[in-house]
């Protein structure tokens, strides 16, 4: 199994900055893609950010240029640094990783428990 927790989450001015951290921790063999979905009240979770285990990132229209996604292989960690945020960017934000637990084992998807996101003035 592998457990991923969230942390960074907060209430912030528009135009501000937040950094997100997500830690994967259990009998992680590998970790490929890890993501940062979000979901505001009345909507369906959306992919706001996703990178490979080679670096390749992708993100939607409505985040390019304002949030950053990285991560730290060595301490299985993913971040999500966002700026220039809006009022609409307002939601739960929740990491996802696709891992393999073994060698050769089946590559399954995990989700951490989410962290608010609040930005207003």
């Known amino acids: 199994q592998v457990q991923l927790v969230e942390s960074g989450g907060d209430l912030v001015q528009p135009g501000g900055s937040l950094r997100l951290a997500c830690a994967a921790s259990g009998n992680i063999f590998a970790i490929y893609t890890m993501g940062w979905y979000r979901q505001a009240p009345g909507k369906q979770r959306e992919l706001v950010a996703r990178i490979t285990s080679g670096g390749t990132t992708n993100y939607p229209d409505s985040v390019k240029g304002r949030f950053t996604i990285s991560r730290d292989n060595a301490k299985n960690t993913g971040y999500l640094q966002m700026n220039s945020l809006k009022p609409e960017d307002t939601a739960v934000y929740y990491c996802?990783?696709?891992?393999?637990?073994?060698?050769?084992?089946?590559?399954?998807?995990?989700w951490g428990q989410g962290t608010q996101v609040t930005v207003s003035s």
């Open positions: 996802n990783v696709e891992a393999r637990t073994v060698v050769r084992g089946p590559v399954y998807s995990y």
